[in-house]
T-cell receptor, first 113, second 108 residues
């Protein structure tokens, strides 16, 4: 299957700071990537769809000014959590769909103190 | 809106067979996917169905009935390592929506 990587694997930050998470497709090009968030014992919730060369599409209830998405190349999408607060602590996962099947990155566990 | 339902938790014995059901109601449909997720890890792809019927892949099989909005994942010859959450996901053309997941506990 396709390989999607994320960096960092985990991050701890202070409340009010910003955190950037990178998602890379390693063996394919992805014009579209998807960002999910997963709280403990809950399922994945789609946050936004990242489009190379254009603006991201956000799901209802997701603040676009808080979760900045940049898809600068065909292999890289970044999610920046701005002014992070403890309630933003979660598991963030990106995915891409070469050939229609979603493959997921290993996830980034964000803890905001 | 999208509605995908799975049982919250199931328990089965090593070596046995278990069936995890998923029902869905979505505005669009072009595929149903099953993923396995171990705690603290990202989901890994197991199988997908686009047409009605059974897809078999080793110890795992998945069934789909589009008219009933129903799918199941069948796991045979259960192993302890199969203890994980199993996520049902529906593709609504451009987006994927996940069920809440079924936590499977495999006991010796």
């Amino acid at each position: 299957g396709a390989v999607v990587s994320q960096h960092p694997s985990w991050v701890i930050c202070k409340s009010g700071t910003s955190v950037k998470i990178e998602c890379r497709s390693l063996d394919f090009q992805a014009t579209t990537m998807f960002w999910y968030r997963q709280f403990p014992k809950q399922s994945l919730m789609l946050m936004a769809t990242s489009n190379e060369g254009s603006k991201a599409t956000y799901e209802q209830g997701v603040e676009k000014d808080k979760f900045l998405i940049n898809h600068a190349s065909l292999t890289l999408s970044t999610l920046t959590v701005t002014s992070a607060h403890p309630e933003d602590s979660s598991f963030y996962i990106c995915s891409a769909r070469p050939d229609g099947v979603p493959f997921f990155g290993p996830g980034t566990r964000l803890t905001v103190l | 809106g999208q509605n995908i339902d799975q049982p919250t938790e199931m328990t089965a014995t090593e070596g046995a067979i278990v069936q995890i059901n998923c029902t869905y109601q979505t505005s669009g449909f072009n595929g149903l996917f099953w993923y396995q997720q171990h705690a603290g890890e990202a989901p890994t792809f197991l199988s997908y169905n686009v047409l009605d019927g059974l897809e078999e892949k080793g110890r795992f099989s998945s069934f789909l009935s589009r008219s009933k909005g129903y799918s199941y994942l069948l796991l045979k010859e259960l192993q302890m390592k199969d203890s994980a959450s199993y996520l049902c996901a529906v593709s609504d053309f451009n987006k994927f929506y996940f069920g809440s997941g079924t936590k499977l506990n495999v006991k010796p």
